[in-house]
């Protein structure tokens, strides 16, 4: 049975980092990708970057290309979201969500609030 | 970036009504789109891949259609369970963009 959970809620201040953790069970995790999808208050949702977690490319929209980081161990089967110099904007709901190379999301993780304030 | 767009953003439906959700990309994705239903305060819950294959464990009263640019989801006989926000995703290329939802309230 596959299960997504992720680590809990973070409240930052601007300029700092956050690293939210994605751990995955249930299923050979090297053979999945691990996507970061967030959603801001109200808003839509909105793809960040995967990576495949067999062997570790990653993507990434380019609103984020120089403050996101996507890793994977596959020795804990766990993903990791970093996003640095935060704002204020980027206060969201982040979520972590597993696919097989090449088709959409199937499973998703709870979510992890992250607040960014002053 | 390919765009989503969902129509309609709302529609207010009855239990037991018949429901059909439109999401249009402003370039062909071929098939490559998926469905999710976001219930409020939860995480989304994939339905569809493929713009019509069924995730496991999804009841049939889903159904997708469309290829292309043009796609639809139909939900049959609507239950309380069924209303919240559904999205659409083409994942024809990155970054993987969603719709910008379909809020589906009880009349």
Known sequence: ?118 | DIQMTQFPSSLSASVGDRVTITCRASHDIDSYLGWFLQRPGQAPKSLIYAASSLQSGVPSKFSGSGSGTDFSLTIDSLQPEDFGTYYCQQYSDYPHTFGGGTKVEIK
Not at chain 1, 9 to 31: D, H, I, L, Q, R
Not at chain 1, 87 to 104: F, I, K, M, N, Q
């Open chain 1, 1 to 118: 049975q596959v299960h997504i959970v992720q680590s809990g809620a973070e409240v930052k201040k601007p300029g700092a980092s956050v690293k939210v953790s994605c751990k995955a069970t249930g299923y050979t995790f090297k053979n999945f990708g691990i996507h970061w999808v967030r959603q801001a208050p109200g808003q839509r949702l909105e793809w960040m970057g995967w990576i495949n977690a067999g062997n570790r490319n990653t993507k990434s929209a380019e609103s984020f290309q120089d403050r996101l980081t996507i890793s994977s161990d596959t020795s804990t089967t766990t993903a990791y979201m970093e996003l640095r110099t935060l704002r204020s904007e980027d206060t969201a709901v982040y979520y972590c969500a597993r696919s097989w190379v090449g088709l959409p999301i199937d499973y998703w993780g709870q979510g992890t609030l992250v607040t960014v304030s002053s």
